[in-house]
């Protein structure tokens, strides 16, 4: 699996995210191919090798024709531009989703409707290529996981078409809702929207660069020249480490982010229900471990899974519904076989069971418990016998079609 990890050091927009992908070896013309075949007028492309700071890098370019027509367009038209393009399924709905949630904090930042939302900086042609561009010369390169450092956004003020605003904008500081930023040191916009809704929207995780066999670094260039640094995005493509590797063919290595938190003041019975808000909140898993608090005081350690995506839902899910102070979350690599669901029929019913692979045979089957349940309620049997009927079934490989 090619993992891609961008290091933002001096920012990232959407110009600077294709630039340094093309400069990694995506395939210029077969961009601009996919590009032309959005059938938007009065616009080229181009990439040229700049240098920033003694950083040889690749500037990526919209060059709009002088009378072009600039509309304010709404999502409903950006999503009708992308539609109609020859390009692969996953490039376009990872594109609208991406102007979808660009969409949504506009309409929230104004007090509007997604529908309402009028695209300025966003909505012009430059942007959905952009948008678009980044999402094509990804699958180019076939990059399967994307991690990505702490984003820089700069500092000071900027103007943009509603007035003066602080850096980072408020569209800006809104997408970079659960990423880790920085500011600071450089005046002005270092993170655009497009930049921080495509870092975002791709990113695994958020950290210091992987372990993993290099490939390949490229720059992409921004437009600035700063004083103090090379106003480029680095982007490092390589193999991932031999841990998913080592687990055999079937496993597959992802990063997700572990949250935790000890309290030593709530009851079992106050737990419960907060568990199942946690997953209830998109979390991977949670579970207890018993622990001892301050002065030998009986606590438990609540520990949550989830997805880097996920990890402002689920703080806020532990301050609503737990007593924490405060939480600690930190991300984690873990190795994770295949996993599928097949269903196998037992003399009180159908249950579903969940089949994990290993080296292409089956490993495990464990029968859905509440499936079990139901059963064992209905037929009047212990859930147990429902259990190893549906085990017995699945060890000799009695898979039912699917209905």
Known sequence: MKTLYFDCFSGVSGDMTVGALLDLGADFDALRAGLDSLGVPGYRVAAERVVKKGVSATQFRVLIEPDTDKPHRHLRHVVEIIRRGDLPETVKERSIAVFARIAEVEAAIHGTTVERVHFHEVGAIDSIVDVVGAHLALRLLGVGRVVVSPIQV??????????VMPVPAPATAALLRGA????????????TPTGAALMTAWAESFGPMPAMTVEGVGYGA???????RANVLRAVLGEADAAAGAAGGDASGETVTVIETLLDDMSGEMLAPAMEALLAAGARDAFITPAFGKKGRPAQLLTVLCDVGQVSG???CLFAHTTTLGVRMRGERRVTLARSWKTVQ???????VKVAEFEGAPSTAHPEFEDCRVRAEAAGVPVRRVIEAAQAAAQRGEWCDEE
Do not use: Y
Not at 154 to 163: K, W, Y
Not at 346 to 352: E, I, K, L, S, W
């Open 346 to 352: 037992t003399p009180q019913g159908r249950v579903r």
């Open 154 to 163: 700069g500092c000071g003020t900027i103007q943009c078409a509603h007035g």
């Open 222 to 228: 921004g437009t600035k020249d700063l004083p103090d």
């Open 314 to 316: 689920i703080v806020r």
């Open 180 to 191: 880790p930023a920085c500011g600071g040191g450089v005046e002005g916009e270092l993170a």
